[in-house]
């Protein structure tokens, strides 16, 4: 059976996203996420935040830096990786998690606006350096709709009557 990584979070950005370029060029944007997530402790419910950071390398790096500010809510989907050094003669390690796809779901905590909010005509989706304009409602735009023989209308070619 094949080792399995994959990481799917959501979550407000701690700071700022920080652009820089590796000697031989290469875009890289690292930031940080908080997650929370509901425990119980005793008879009550408390939120506890946890903390990751997240990398996402080349032009899809460069096209987000601007977008990725604090507190803007994202959806991250990517994998760990798990970063080692030496450092004062003692061997470091930090286990990153590079983004593969990201999408800005929303605006800063406590606006609701800006871009990617409930205000814009869209969300944009970032997935392997692509740009994709997203409806309202969150699926992909399909296009104008296809006329079948019968007189139905859909997306997709086939008519709105489920034979089940």
């Not at 500010?69 to 991250?76: D, E, Q, S, T, Y």
């Not at 990786?81 to 990201?102: P, T, Y």
Request: glycine share 16%; aromatic share 8%.
């Amino acid at each position: 059976m094949p080792d399995l990584n994959h990481v799917i979070l959501i979550g407000r950005l701690t700071r700022d996203a920080e652009l820089k370029y590796t000697a031989n060029g290469q875009a890289v944007c690292k930031f940080s996420i908080a997650v929370n997530r509901r425990r119980k402790s005793g008879d009550q419910w408390v939120d506890e935040a946890n903390f990751f950071d997240i990398v996402v390398w080349g032009r899809q790096g460069e096209a987000l830096n601007q977008y990725l500010v604090k507190g803007k809510l994202i959806g991250v989907d990517g994998e760990l990786r798990q970063d080692r050094w030496e450092q004062d003669g003692q061997n470091r390690s930090k286990v990153e998690i590079v983004a593969n796809n990201l999408q800005l779901l929303g605006g800063t905590s406590g606006t609701g606006g800006g871009f990617g909010g409930n205000n814009s005509g869209g969300t944009p989706s970032y997935g392997q350096g692509a740009y994709q304009e997203r409806r309202n409602d969150g699926f992909p735009d399909r296009g104008p709709p296809v006329r079948d023989p019968q007189g139905g209308t859909s997306h997709d070619g086939f008519t709105d009557d489920i034979p089940f």
